[in-house]
């Protein structure tokens, strides 16, 4: 699926197409609807510059206790813990 975004729109945003899917993107992972992987695939920035693009806008990564949790046990699995 493909949304058009009327010309008249994005003068008046007064944002570039990339600028204003980045937003999008943004709004979208703070809402908890798409992946920080999903943003990047979409907006092609790299993990440090997504991340500076959330410092910029005072949000957090989205990483909950169930995120927590596996990543530690990935580190025991691996012997690093």
């Known amino acids: 699926m493909s949304v058009l975004i009327p010309d008249d729109i994005l003068r008046a945003s007064k944002?570039?197409?990339g600028e204003l899917k980045l937003e999008?993107?943004?709004?979208?992972?703070?809402?908890?609807?798409?992946?920080?992987?999903?943003?990047r695939a979409w907006t092609g920035l790299t993990v440090i510059e997504f991340q500076h693009q959330l410092v910029l806008r005072e949000l957090?990564?989205?990483?909950?206790?169930e995120d927590?949790?596996?990543d530690v046990k990935t580190l025991e699995s691996m012997g690093l813990l």
């Open 15 to 17: 944002m570039t197409e």
């Open 24 to 39: 999008i993107a943004i709004m979208l992972y703070k809402q908890g609807k798409i992946s920080s992987g999903k943003v």
């Open 60 to 65: 957090c990564i989205n990483y909950d206790v």
């Open 68 to 70: 927590f949790e596996s």
